[in-house]
């Protein structure tokens, strides 16, 4: 099975800065790699598929890249409805993995 | 508007079964594969399983292969979720969630249900 591996699990950040997450898989898994953001008890929504593409809708301060085992998800400008855990998620190998999550507050 | 209702979760002692659905709407269903992905409490996601828009391939996790069996009604519009020797460990929320791309397998999950609790205890 593939592992992700995100990192951080949290993270504590001011509205304004620039957030950077990463993800790690454990073998390669060329560009098929998705983010998902989650607010506490609502469901997952999609923001970069395809590692680096933005899903219709999403605001542009989101991005990603990187390809094979070492993937980048940045949050430009952090926001106050940024608040949430994101997920990286894996469909190289189906079904596919997700990482543990990143858990971003506001400090 | 895409439109994902999930029903079926409960209570059910360990070894018991139960059979989650998933109603679809908004979109053309038998077109996009769907999938099912749990999220225990205070946990991170896990895929379940997968189903491609036919119904002809399926894909399943390890820790439920053998045990769960996803299956589709492209007439009725609707995702099903057998669940059978339920475990202690298969206390989730467990969410349906649809396919970006037409005619592809279930990777990328661009829509959601709410998601329905399923609790295994005795």
């Known amino acids: 099975d593939i592992q992700m591996t995100q990192s951080p699990s949290s993270l504590s950040a001011s509205v304004g800065d620039r957030v950077t997450i990463t993800c790690q898989a454990s073998?390669?898994?060329?560009?098929?790699l998705n983010w998902y953001q989650q607010k506490p008890g609502k469901a997952p929504k999609l923001l970069i598929y395809?590692?680096?593409n933005l899903e219709t809708g999403v605001p542009s301060r989101f991005s990603g890249s990187g390809s094979g085992t070492d993937f980048t998800f940045t949050i430009s400008s952090l926001q106050p409805e940024d608040i949430a855990t994101y997920y990286c998620?894996?469909?190289?190998?189906?079904?596919?993995?997700f990482g543990q999550g990143t858990k971003v507050e506001i400090k | 508007e895409v439109q994902l209702l999930e029903s079926g979760g409960g209570l059910v002692q360990p070894g018991g079964s139960l059979r989650l659905s998933c109603a679809a709407s908004?979109?053309?269903?038998?077109?996009?594969?769907m999938s099912w992905v749990r999220q225990a409490p205070g946990k991170g996601l896990e895929w379940v399983s997968a189903?491609?828009?036919?119904?002809?391939?399926?894909y399943y996790a390890d820790s439920v292969k053998g045990r769960f069996t996803i299956s589709r009604d492209n007439s009725k519009n609707t995702l099903y979720l057998q669940m059978n020797s339920l475990r202690a460990e298969d206390t989730a929320v467990y969410y349906c969630?649809?396919?970006?791309?037409?005619?592809?397998?279930?990777?990328?999950?661009?829509?959601w249900g709410q998601g329905t609790l399923v609790t295994v205890s005795s």
């Open positions: 969630a649809k396919e970006l791309r037409i005619a592809a397998a279930a990777q990328i999950a661009d829509h």
């Open positions: 908004g979109f053309t269903f038998s077109s996009y594969a």
């Open positions: 189903i491609s828009g036919s119904g002809g391939s399926t």
């Open positions: 073998q390669d898994i060329s560009n098929y």
């Open positions: 395809d590692a680096s």
């Open positions: 998620q894996q469909y190289d190998n189906l079904p596919g993995t």
